[in-house]
C-alpha cells in the first residue's frame, strides 16, 4: 500500500500539538496545516451571518456558496470569500462556536474533501482530530500528542492572557477545557481518538526542544525508509 506524504498530528486542546506541529514543518520545510483553524473559520463566519450551526440546507448552502482559502500568504494563514481570518478565530468565543460546529456531518465532509485535496500534492504536517484516523489513514508518520488537563488548561490560560484576555480563571478555563474533550471524544462523527498506530507524545513533563527532536528524528528516518524527500 502507498503511504500519503501526510505527517499526522492529532490531540486535544491544550496539548501543545500546535506548536510542535508548526515547527515541525518549519524544520522539515514542508506545508503546515492546521485543520482547527478550518472549523474555528467556518464557525466565525456563519457567527457574522446568523447562519445557524445545524444540519440542514442553510449550513449546505453556505458551504456550496464560500471561498475557503488556506496557506495564501504567510500573513493570510486562512480566508472565507476574501476576508483574513487569521487571527480573529483565535478568540476565546469562536473555540466555543467550531467545537458547535465541528459536530456537523455537512461541515465534516466538506473540510475532509477541503484537507485531502490541500494535502494531495506536497509533503505537509497536518494537525487536528480526526487526522490520523479519518482524514488520511495512510499517513506515513502519526503521532498523538496529549497531556494532562491541568497542564493543558494551565497552558490555555496563558495564551489567553499573552493574547490581552485577562476575564477567566483557571477553574474557568479547565472546564472549558474538559467541556471541549468531552464533545470531541463522543461526538458521533470522526471523535477524537489516538489512531492504532499513532505514536503516543505526552507533553506534559517534557520540555519543547526534547519532543521536537524525538519526533523529527522517527519523521526523517521513516522518510528516507519509504522515499520520501525531506
Ligand atoms: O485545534 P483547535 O482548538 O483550533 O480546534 C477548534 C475546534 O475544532 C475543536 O473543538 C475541535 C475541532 N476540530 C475537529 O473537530 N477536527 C479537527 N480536525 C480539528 C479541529
Redesign the pocket.
Known amino acids: 500500500m502507498s503511504l500519503s506524504k501526510v505527517i499526522a498530528i492529532d490531540g486535544p486542546?491544550g496539548s501543545g500539538k500546535?506548536t510542535i506541529a508548526k515547527e515541525l514543518a518549519q524544520s522539515l520545510g514542508v506545508l503546515y496545516i492546521?485543520?482547527?483553524?478550518?472549523?474555528?473559520s467556518l464557525a466565525y463566519m456563519c457567527e457574522q451571518r446568523s447562519i445557524a450551526m445545524t444540519s440542514g440546507p442553510s449550513m449546505e448552502n453556505f458551504l456550496k456558496t464560500i471561498k475557503l482559502e488556506y496557506g495564501k500568504s504567510s500573513e493570510c494563514l486562512i480566508c472565507v470569500d476574501g476576508e483574513n481570518l487569521t487571527t480573529k478565530i483565535r478568540e476565546h468565543s469562536v473555540?466555543k462556536l467550531?467545537?458547535i460546529i465541528?459536530q456537523i456531518p455537512e461541515v465534516?465532509s466538506y473540510l475532509l474533501n477541503f484537507q485531502r485535496e490541500l494535502a494531495s500534492k506536497v509533503v505537509c504536517v497536518m494537525?487536528?482530530?480526526?487526522?490520523g484516523t479519518v482524514?488520511f489513514p495512510d499517513a506515513f508518520c502519526k503521532f498523538f500528542v496529549t497531556a494532562s488537563v491541568e497542564v493543558r488548561s494551565q497552558r490555555r490560560l496563558d495564551q489567553l492572557i499573552e493574547g490581552g484576555d485577562n476575564e477567566m480563571s483557571l477553574d474557568q478555563v479547565m472546564a472549558d477545557v474538559k467541556k471541549?474533550d468531552a464533545?470531541?471524544m463522543n461526538r458521533e462523527v470522526?471523535p477524537?481518538k489516538k489512531a492504532s498506530d499513532a505514536i503516543l507524545v505526552d507533553t506534559s513533563e517534557m520540555n519543547q526542544a526534547e519532543v521536537l527532536k524525538e519526533l523529527e528524528g522517527g519523521i526523517r528516518s521513516k522518510a528516507k525508509e519509504i522515499g520520501i524527500n525531506l
Open positions: 486542546s500546535s492546521d485543520t482547527g483553524a478550518m472549523f474555528r473555540s467550531a467545537s465541528s465534516r494537525e487536528g482530530r480526526d487526522i482524514v471541549r464533545s470531541d470522526a477524537l
